[in-house]
């Protein structure tokens, strides 16, 4: 997995992402590219995304994660992956390493996670249940393990 931090090239494929995941979206943000460009810019925000590779293909782009800081916490504003990276067992990894990275960049140790309950977004509310639900909406201390046994991870800043 290869981590792109605030990669101003990547715009088009984040707006793209944000407007047809249904699926794993956490807030239901839209973003244009003019509003991409616009968290890119600005020094409270980071837009991490996540792309994925093995020995046989790559899957591009599958994840971002967009990152306010509050000043007292940091928060999650949106989070989407593609369905197609869904259910390889990477998951945790996907949501959390960029959490830890954008709690690292702005000097948190809380975290709050904006979700929305929508129709169609059952897997994001299964996995934040399962994994961060003392996150959802509220602010707290993370401290999860990140599991990086099965993965490499590169970051791109």
């Known amino acids: 997995m290869t981590y792109s931090i605030n990669n101003k090239i990547q715009i088009p494929r984040i707006s793209e992402l944000a407007n047809k995941t249904n699926q794993f979206i956490c807030g239901y943000k839209r ?21 994925l ?39 945790d990894s996907i949501v959390f390493y960029p959490i830890q990275l954008a709690l690292n960049k702005f000097n948190h140790s809380e975290l709050k996670i904006n979700f929305i309950k929508g129709e169609r977004n059952k897997p994001a509310e299964n996995f934040l249940t399962e994994h961060l639900a003392d996150f959802i909406n509220i602010n707290a201390k993370f401290n999860k393990n990140i599991n990086q046994d099965l993965i490499s991870i590169i970051i791109e800043e």
Request: aromatic share 6%; charged share 35%; with cysteine.
């Open 31 to 51: 973003y244009s590219e003019t509003e991409v460009k616009e968290l890119m810019d600005s020094k409270d925000c980071m837009v991490i995304t996540i792309k």
């Open 53 to 91: 590779e093995d020995k046989l293909s790559s899957s591009g782009i599958i994840g971002v994660c967009v990152f306010k800081d509050k000043k007292e916490y940091l928060e999650m504003e949106e989070c989407f992956i593609s369905c197609r990276a869904l259910g390889r067992g990477i998951d």
